[in-house]
């Protein structure tokens, strides 16, 4: 519930108090990037533990590992959760329109 509410306090999801409710996009699929999602739900996206390390100062993999990490995370930014929609693989739930 705690990823369902930071979610919906950004405005991407809206969710429905009482007996039958829940939640839905609180915005177009299309206008909503993955990277955008990754960010709100996974904030600090580390490839590894370097905190306390004591090579840190001098290990050339530390500033190799957060390029890697902004690199994924522009590449979320160019996909939109409508695509990722369409090359699921999971059975598609219609619910009404309200």
């Known amino acids: 519930m705690k990823v369902v509410n930071q979610l919906?306090?950004?405005g991407l999801l809206a969710t429905v108090r009482?007996?039958?409710g829940?939640?839905?996009?609180?915005r177009s699929?299309?206008?909503m990037t993955l990277g955008e999602v990754v960010r709100l739900t996974e904030p600090c996206i580390q490839l590894a533990d370097c905190d306390g390390c004591i090579l840190?100062?001098?290990?050339?993999l530390t500033g190799m590992l957060?390029?890697?990490a902004q690199a994924f995370l522009r590449t979320l930014?160019?996909?939109t959760l409508a695509m990722a929609a369409r090359t699921s693989r999971l059975p598609q739930r219609v619910l009404p329109a309200e």
């Not at 840190?56 to 050339?60: A, N, R």
């Open 18 to 20: 009482g007996r039958s």
């Open 29 to 31: 699929a299309e206008d």
């Open 22 to 26: 829940g939640f839905r996009l609180g």
């Open 77 to 79: 930014d160019g996909q």
């Open 56 to 60: 840190q100062s001098h290990c050339g």
């Open 66 to 68: 957060h390029q890697a």
């Open 8 to 10: 919906a306090q950004a």
